[in-house]
Nanobody, 126 residues
Framework: QVQLVESGGGSVQAGGSLRLSCVAS????????MGWFRQAPGKEREGVAS???????SYVDSVKGRFTISRDNAKNTLYLQMNSLKPEDTAMYYC????????????????????WGQGTQVTVSS
């Protein structure tokens, strides 16, 4: 049984930082592309960042230069370091796993991801 468990969310002021973690079990983590998604109330789910099995990363434009996705295959853990947070980053953040670990034409397309965590809330106040 595959499980993805996120942690690290919370409430911060604008300009602050948070580090999200996602621990995976029940799958060969190192072979999967992993992604972070977010969804704010009343908005569509958005692919924030993706990392392939070789460490290549992709980001949505709104977080480039502020967020960093990384993975530790020895610990089956995915991370999202979020700096210079803005109120518009407020959302529920989810990690997800894509069985195609290599190249994707649309690496942050949610349709590619078959396993999802339950989410962790991030709230940024102004």
């Amino acid at each position: 049984q595959v499980q993805l468990v996120e942690s690290g969310g919370g409430s911060v002021q604008a300009g602050g930082s948070l580090r999200l973690s996602c621990v995976a079990s029940g799958l060969t983590f190192s072979m999967y592309r992993m992604g972070w998604f977010r969804q704010a109330p009343g908005k569509e789910r958005e692919g924030v960042a993706s990392i392939n099995r070789d460490g290549g990363a992709s980001y949505v434009d709104s977080v480039k230069g502020r967020f960093t996705i990384s993975r530790d295959n020895a610990k089956n853990t995915l991370y999202l370091q979020m700096n210079s947070l803005k109120p518009e980053d407020t959302a529920m953040y989810y990690c997800a796993a894509d069985p195609v670990g290599g190249w994707r034409s649309r690496p942050r397309d949610a349709k590619n991801y078959v396993y999802w965590g339950q989410g962790t809330q991030v709230t940024v106040s102004s």
